[in-house]
């Protein structure tokens, strides 16, 4: 098992900046890739970025390409998600989520493993 918690979320202005979080607990003893994603109201989670084991291959979504970051601290066991720029549809509820076992990117959500509870971040004036 693997526990995932995410931190960070909150309330920015547009053009604003957040940092997410994502500290993993548990048997993270194995190598895995993690993911982020998002849920906004109304629509279906999606993809927002992802990252190898090594931190060497990522992908983000079309529409964070850019303004997104996402990194890992594998002493540290928590992955990040640098938020640039943020703009309105950004909002959602940011999800971290990991699939031990392998070492690549991947950017479907339904070969995830374990998730978090979600993070609220809301981008408004």
């Known amino acids: 098992q693997v526990q995932l918690v995410e931190s960070g979320g909150g309330l920015v202005q547009p053009g604003g900046s957040l940092r997410l979080s994502c500290a993993a607990s548990?048997?993270?003893?194995?190598?895995?890739?993690m993911g982020w994603f998002r849920q906004a109201p109304g629509k279906e989670r999606e993809f927002v970025a992802a990252i190898s084991w090594s931190g060497g291959s990522t992908h983000y979504a079309n529409s964070v390409k850019g303004r997104f970051t996402i990194s890992r601290d594998n002493v540290k066991n928590t992955v990040y998600l640098q938020m640039n720029s943020l703009k309105p549809e950004d909002t959602a509820v940011y999800y971290c989520?990991?699939?031990?076992?392998?070492?690549?990117?991947?950017?479907?959500?339904?070969?995830?493993?374990?998730w978090g509870q979600g993070t609220q971040v809301t981008v408004s004036s």
């Open positions: 989520a990991a699939k031990p076992g392998y070492s690549g990117v991947s950017y479907q959500e339904f070969s995830y493993d374990y």
């Open positions: 548990g048997r993270t003893s194995s190598r895995y890739a």
